[in-house]
């Protein structure tokens, strides 16, 4: 990230209100933006009628031009001194920002303490940037002890840390949020009907990958950094990670291939060996659905034993949360690469944008295991009652036979299997031949899945 973001003064807008809510049309990092300001020096940032309708008069603004809605919030919640009218006038202001999903990117900066109902305000957004000092919480903590009898400290309640790691509310951390606004907005276009921008790089599409040889260990069970993998692929090394501290066993990323703007999502073996949960679900539906919405053709890099097990995640819904990501890539029309690395077992080599799920490019690489399952509960299963030589020798036989990416190649589940110096080169043709990809959607009023 630079240091230094370009911000030239625009054109403002309702300038002549008093409230605590400045909007204005702006460049941002050299793009086009509308760009609206909470204040906290007056009222703490409450949010006035007036404050909802500037808000509002923003989103409306970014949507009519076309551009980015950027929002930088500190507020301390509706003016409780004028009453209904403040609640009503953020709730203007969210209805107006959720017009803006899907058409405009809107981008959130938490600058301060953002509490009450505007803390709904970055759950509306496509991307949010928090800062080092920021909080944000619907229920504050005298609330909370009032009702539990837990004490709980601000920051522990609703801080960075929290909304980074255990929320997700908090994409990119960033010391200026603006700046971390200004880089996410480089890989996404002004509006839904327009392609990302193109960078220029003298990183060649053809480029060989030699190093991919040896990024993944011999055994099954040692794990790497799938990042290396992705920093050698991309365009000179260069992605932005989102959510780099939620559900880390899924790596979601911006990044270039052959200067294109490309969503990444990858299987971490170094987080939970790469097994799914419900917020890795959850970060990789919302992220697909985000590159689907905006034009950014997706990158998958699989390796994934299945998903994780537990009482606990099958209560909280599981198959709710799980099929949020199948839902997500099947309805995806955007060019859809994948590349199985390693393991590819079970639903969750399903959801990992499978064939099934009709991606258009499907690549693995000699070493990659695509199976039902692995070869241990194979053999539990189909031969229980053996010795354990028995089982051992049944367990190698199995892996020999079915742990190779051949069987899915025969029947087209694959359609390469690649030397792994190969891997950029390959997605890149295919990026070239796939990007001007179109699909014609039935009307419906708008998709029923799972939440």
């Given amino acids: ?34 760009r609206a300001r909470t204040t906290s020096d007056r009222r703490r940032g409450a949010l006035a009628p007036e404050d909802g309708a500037s808000l509002a008069r923003a989103a409306e603004l970014a949507l009519g031009a076309r551009v980015p809605l950027l929002i930088e919030l ?91 790691t255990t929320s997700g509310v908090c994409a990119l951390e ?45 055994h099954e069970r040692a794990s790497y950094d799938v990042r290396d993998v992705v920093g050698l692929v991309v365009d000179d090394g260069v992605h932005c990670e989102l959510w780099r501290r939620w559900a880390p066993q899924l790596v979601t990323a911006f990044g270039r291939l052959d200067g294109r703007a490309v969503g990444i999502v990858a299987n971490q073996p170094r987080a939970l060996a790469g ?90 690489w000699p070493q990659a295991e695509i199976a039902v399952m692995g070869a241990p509960g194979a053999v539990q299963i189909l031969h229980r009652r053996t010795s354990d030589d028995d089982r051992r020798t049944r367990e190698e036989e199995y892996r020999e036979r079915y742990l190779t990416p051949w069987p899915a190649a025969e029947r087209g589940f694959v359609d390469e299997v690649i030397d792994p110096a190969e891997t950029r080169r390959a997605l890149t043709a295919g990026l070239r031949a796939l990007f001007t990809k179109r699909e014609v959607l039935r009307r419906r009023k708008h998709d029923a899945g799972p939440l």
């Avoid at 107006?96 to 959130?108: T, Y």
């Avoid at 603006?178 to 480029?207: F, I, K, N, Q, S």
């Fill in 1 to 34: 990230m630079s240091s230094v973001v370009a911000r030239r003064a625009g054109v403002p807008v309702r300038a002549g209100i008093d409230g605590t809510v400045g909007v204005g049309l702006e460049e941002v990092g050299g793009r086009r933006v509308v």
């Fill in 74 to 164: 500190a507020s301390s919640g509706a003016d409780v001194s004028v009453g209904l009218d403040a609640l009503h006038g953020w709730g203007t202001a969210a209805a107006a920002v959720a017009a803006c999903s899907g058409i405009v990117p809107v981008l959130a900066a938490a600058v301060g303490p953002v509490v009450s109902g505007p803390a709904l305000l970055l759950g509306l957004s496509d991307i949010v940037v928090m800062g080092p000092s920021a909080v944000a919480f619907v229920s504050g903590p005298a609330m909370v002890e009032a009702f539990t009898g837990v004490r709980v400290s601000t920051e522990a309640l609703g801080g960075l840390g929290v909304h980074a």
């Fill in 174 to 218: 960033a010391d200026d949020p603006v700046e971390g606004m200004a880089e996410v907005l480089g890989y996404l276009p002004d509006h839904t009907d327009a392609d990302p921008p193109r960078v220029p790089t003298d990183d060649p599409a053809g480029r060989l990958t030699p190093e991919l040889r040896d990024v993944v260990p011999d």
């Fill in 275 to 364: 097994t799914l949960d419900i917020a890795a679900s959850q970060k990789g539906a919302r992220f697909v659905r985000l590159c689907d919405a905006f034009n950014l053709p997706i990158l998958t890099f699989v390796d994934t034993p299945g998903f994780l097990p537990g009482k606990d995640l099958e209560w909280r819904g599981m198959i709710r949360h799980g099929a949020e990501l199948a839902f997500a890539y099947a309805e995806a029309t955007v060019p859809r690469l994948c590349v199985i690395l390693r393991k590819a077992f079970g639903g969750a080599y399903i959801v990992m944008d499978s064939k099934g799920l009709g991606n258009d490019l499907c690549l693995a």
